[in-house]
């Protein structure tokens, strides 16, 4: 068990005790941001109160895109099985936001029942209305993959004319809702045929703040040449600035996520490396999820601290009786300078505060009069959770990394490359000749004895200062260089034979290549007369 104590008389008669950082979380959250977050109406202009299951859940994925993207498809390539309620066609399918989640049985469990079970995390959800719930099942079927995360699906982003029809709900805003309490957002898009439609570019500019949660996929890649691929790939890039105000590029991923043969192979082994890159992503996601957790908890901490300020300030400018409609009118139009003047009174940094023109219509249907006046003693608490008790918490996470086991997405498409011959890189780079009986390096030691016996040997070896001047000529970095000599050095003497400087040859030409070097030498690179020695 874990536990904490602060240092001050307060918190030394009621000392914080925590067993998980989950635990922690809800108890930092109920006692000490909650109460903030009720007094100043938080939940009427942000965001639900969060409940027990927003802090207990697994990991979520939430994928977005327009329809024909193939977001449903790729869920079906990650858990190599169908789940209920799945529809694939190149027409706008999936008409429902669908929660894949895990579950011992198959089946379905419509929006409305899902708002009610206080074990998933979807019960604020209710909010949104018939119109959306009647939009919103969770499809629950037993998988490996879904062991240790959860997908939400989502309904294609519609284009032309069709995005005039409306939804009868709220979608931008439902899509803002999960993205505050995913783990990860993937924005699909299909290569062949890229463009971005006014919803979408809507989406995305409602899915602002969480751009460190966002992840973009370039599906379909095998439909279109390399050249073709090239251009699309800079058409993205150049759309995605436009609407995404960050000085960081998004990551993108190229690839072919569907289990059919690629319909112009030329781009496999990138597609390949870029696969494994996006799958160690996501199975990195259980493993930081408790951090995730509680960087979204400072987050909306920080958020409430600021609307708890812009709250108290129109309170304090309204008149006690007269004029308060004009007064209120002219609040809303000048919210700019209020939030210079809290800017300039409180340090707090401008990235921090809500979007101006959303904020000032919602104060549009507020009474003021019902506002509360600055209380200083709730802000205090959350400044002193802020300070302590959240560095405390921090400690704790790291505890649990180190005492648990390494938690990692299994199963389905993450198990087909994990292991045997077609695993990423498998027989490549430093993994050349794995499977062959004769030594691989015995290929090329006729070439690279040539030189050895030009470096002036003695007793069969030359010396690291000779081995040097040759291995120079590679124009590999010293730290590189270093690297290889460790690993042929296998007998540790500081001289090499003509097996290990055939070995530091065969070394310098896979990072030359482009492959990394391993960290220990495998055992199939070992030279045929040294493998009793490194035994």
């Given amino acids: ?48 109160a969060l409940e027990d299951a927003d802090f207990d859940n697994k990991p979520m994925v ?23 309620g799945m529809r694939i066609g190149p027409e706008p399918t999936t008409d429902s936001f669908i929660a894949v989640m895990q579950g011992d049985v198959e089946g379905i469990i419509p929006g409305n029942a899902l708002v009610v ?34 997908v939400i699906d989502t309904p294609g982003i519609l284009s032309g004319e069709k995005q005039r029809i409306s939804r009868g709900y709220d979608f931008a805003a439902v899509l803002e809702w999960f993205a505050e309490r995913v783990d990860r957002i993937i924005l ?6 890229l463009d971005i439609s006014d919803e979408f570019s809507e989406v995305i500019k409602a899915l602002k703040n969480h751009e460190d949660k966002m992840r973009v996929v370039l599906n379909k890649a095998d439909q279109i040449e390399t050249q073709q691929l090239m251009r699309v790939y800079g058409a993205l890039m150049w759309s995605l600035g436009k609407i995404v105000n960050t000085p ?54 920080r958020l409430a601290k600021v609307h708890a300020y812009i709250i108290s300030s129109l309170k304090k400018e ?79 996470v790291r505890q649990e990394e180190t005492q648990r086991p390494v938690q990692m997405v299994k199963g389905g498409a993450f198990e087909g490359t994990l292991h045997g011959p077609f695993g ?39 010396t690291g200062a000779n081995a040097k001047k040759e291995m120079v000529r590679s124009k590999l970095p010293n730290s590189v260089l270093g690297k290889i000599w460790k690993l042929a050095d296998i007998d540790k003497d500081g001289m090499l034979d003509d097996e290990e400087f ?29 493998r009793k020695v490194a035994e």
């Avoid at 329809?67 to 498809?73: F, L, R, V």
């Avoid at 206080?118 to 209305?129: C, D, E, S, V, Y």
């Avoid at 890159?277 to 400072?298: C, E, G, T, V, Y």
């Avoid at 065969?506 to 040294?530: A, D, M, R």
């Fill in 248 to 301: 960081e590029v998004i990551r993108v991923y190229i690839g072919s996520f569907w289990s059919h043969p690629l319909l112009i192979p030329d781009n496999r082994k990138l597609f390949e490396a870029e696969e494994q890159d996006l799958f160690r992503d996501i199975q990195s996601l259980p493993r930081n999820a408790a951090l995730r957790k509680l960087n979204d908890l400072i987050k909306r901490a």
């Fill in 424 to 462: 990423h890189g498998y027989g490549e780079g430093a993994g050349e000749g794995i499977d062959d009986a004769e030594w691989v390096v015995a290929r090329d030691k006729p070439m690279y004895d040539e030189i050895f016996y030009t470096l002036s040997p003695v007793d069969g070896k030359i």
């Fill in 62 to 84: 939430l994928l977005v895109g327009q329809y024909s993207t193939g977001k449903t498809t790729f869920i079906r390539y990650l858990l190599e099985q169908d789940f209920p």
């Fill in 318 to 396: 309204m008149p006690s009786v007269f004029g308060k409609d004009n007064k209120k009118k002219e609040l809303v139009n000048n919210l700019a300078d209020i939030y210079g003047r809290i800017e300039r009174e409180h340090q707090i940094s401008p990235g921090d505060f809500p979007n101006l023109k959303r904020m000032q219509d919602q104060l549009q249907a507020q009474d003021f009069s019902k506002f509360q006046p600055l209380k200083s003693k709730l802000l205090e608490v959350v400044d002193d959770m802020l300070a302590h008790d959240i560095a405390q918490l921090m400690v704790l």
């Fill in 502 to 530: 055939a070995l530091a040859n065969h070394l310098i030409k896979v990072k030359l290549e482009g492959h990394e070097l391993p960290n220990e030498l495998p055992t199939h690179l070992l030279p045929p007369s040294k």
């Fill in 117 to 150: 079970d206080p074990k998933k995390p979807f019960r604020k959800l209710n909010a949104f209305g018939n119109a959306f719930l009647n939009r919103f099942v969770c499809a629950q079927l037993p998988n490996a993959v879904l062991e240790s995360i959860s």
């Fill in 1 to 48: 068990m874990f536990s904490w104590l602060g240092t001050d008389d307060r918190r030394r008669k009621d000392p914080e005790v925590f067993q998980t950082v989950s635990e922690g979380l809800k108890k930092l959250y109920k006692s000490k941001l909650l109460p903030l977050e009720e007094h100043y109406r938080f939940h009427e202009f942000h965001s639900p």
């Fill in 188 to 193: 699909l898009f299909d290569a062949h045929k």
